[in-house]
């Protein structure tokens, strides 16, 4: 949880205190709110999922009854509070007001949503989306159902992109609620299918609550119809948005946030069905690496550069040495000599870039075979994983011509889950998570488990 400094709490909160059911921890609703804004947004949508799946998952310690976090503006202040999902009288922290949510909901979002500014945006995105052969199935307010049948949504204007990926447009709309929010996307990750959330206009000095729900849960980007989108979008013979986004930088050893904007093609956007994030600049990855930049210097840099021009000579001994001090400082176990973890390394470097470093070999899956017949078979696992961050499975696929690399794919699949040879070497992980933070974060280790399961099935 982060420090009380500059909080984001509000100063009197009826709610004082909160239980994390994932922690098994009581804490103060400064603390869970933390001074982050940006996670603070993020976690007020997850409390929001949460509900809407009838898993809450932080409570009230006094009543037991789950909470969200609501926003309370003064001027340009925005503060946040937690609030019961229902009053039952059962504690002292009353938080809402006598009109129930589907009521409010009721007379705020039904009086706009058929305005002719709304009506019009709609018109604007089917009429772009109609410019894109990328696109097809095409529809207007037609109803999705969800595969138990019972559930149902209905865009404001739904399309299949490239044929597989199907993407519902829905027009922000100033009164929209963090429950019809998070419970769409919710929907649409159950579909395997995205919300794309179009606005009409943005202030980002005075943007509404719903709209930064919006915003930093989609990788801090955002897009814009109009007519002008809808002018490109036939002159450009595809669908094109007003793209919005924060860039971070870095500014006298503190990262800040440069706002940037341009009419980006779909095509040239990024997507993540789980997150529910469909995004033209990667906030997150590159607001990583200036942490990391920031926290390290150039000691990785430094390393990778020297790794792949020199690699394990036995004349560049004295500079292996300085850098082993050097991680050894950090607190980050390196070995002592550099050939006990070339064909790791060397694995790595070469997956990231996909070309072979640190062999004579010219292709990915020539130095993919020498790892997989390694006597040390704990390269392996996070070799594959590699190859999965990086996208090198087509690359790999073109090489193997023969299908050699797929026949022992099969072989060893099953191998790196019940053989305890096949798993990574965790005296390690520390100089993995320096040198390749993006490898060793728990769900891609689950997606790649995911899919060995689901080839598994097929190779008995």
């Known amino acids: 949880m982060s420090s009380t400094t500059h909080n984001l709490c509000v100063d009197n909160p009826q709610i004082k205190e909160v239980y994390v059911i994932e922690d098994d921890e009581i804490y103060t609703a400064q603390q869970a709110i933390g001074n982050d804004y940006d996670e603070a947004v993020k976690l007020r949508m997850e409390l929001s999922e949460s509900i809407s799946l009838k898993k809450p998952k932080y409570i009230c310690p006094i009543c037991l009854v789950g909470v969200y976090i609501a926003c309370s503006r003064h001027n340009n202040d925005k503060k946040f509070y937690f609030k019961h999902i229902v009053e039952n009288g059962n504690c002292p922290a009353e938080t809402r007001s006598t009109l129930t949510k589907p009521q409010i909901e009721a007379m705020k979002y039904n009086g706009v949503k058929e305005s002719q500014a709304h009506i019009r945006m709609k018109e604007i995105i089917y009429e772009s989306l109609s410019q894109d052969p990328n696109f097809s199935d095409i529809k207007l307010e037609t109803v999705i159902k969800g595969e138990d049948r019972k559930s149902w949504r209905k865009p404001d204007i739904q399309a299949v992109w490239q044929g597989k990926l199907r993407v519902a447009f829905e027009v922000q709309l100033s009164t929209t609620f963090l429950k019809v929010i998070g419970e769409r996307r919710l929907f649409y990750k159950a579909q395997n299918s995205l919300v794309c959330w179009v606005f009409k206009k943005y202030d980002k000095e005075h943007a509404l609550m719903k709209q930064d729900d919006i915003f930093h849960n989609n ?215 320096f040198l390749f933070p993006e490898l060793m974060k728990r769900e891609v280790w689950a997606k790649l488990k995911a899919f060995d399961d689901k080839h598994n099935l097929k190779n008995p």
């Open 219 to 433: 990788n801090q980007n955002l897009f814009l119809a109009s007519e002008d989108t809808l002018k490109s979008s036939k002159q450009n013979k595809t669908l094109m948005l007003n793209c919005h986004w924060y860039e971070p930088k870095i500014n006298h050893n503190n990262i800040v946030k440069e706002w940037n904007s341009k009419y980006a093609k779909f095509k040239e956007l990024e997507y993540d069905i789980d997150k529910q994030a469909i995004y033209y600049f990667d906030y997150k990855n590159e607001q990583e690496k200036l942490i990391n930049k920031l926290e390290n210097g150039d000691l990785k840099e430094r390393f990778e550069e020297w790794w792949i021009k020199h690699n394990h000579s036995p004349e560049y001994k004295g500079e292996w040495k300085a850098f082993v001090d050097e991680f050894t400082n950090k607190g980050i176990y390196i070995n002592e000599y550099p050939y006990d973890i070339h064909h790791l390394i060397s694995g790595l470097y070469s997956a990231k870039y996909g070309r072979v470093i640190g062999s004579e070999y010219t292709k990915l899956v020539q130095a993919a075979h020498t790892i997989a017949d390694l006597k040390d078979n704990s390269v392996l696992q996070i070799f594959r994983v590699a190859l999965l961050v990086y996208n090198r499975g087509k690359q790999i696929t073109e090489e193997d011509k023969k299908g050699l690399w797929k026949k022992k794919s099969d072989k060893f699949r099953k191998l790196l889950y019940i053989s305890n040879d096949y798993q990574r070497n965790k005296n390690l992980d520390n100089l993995m998570k």
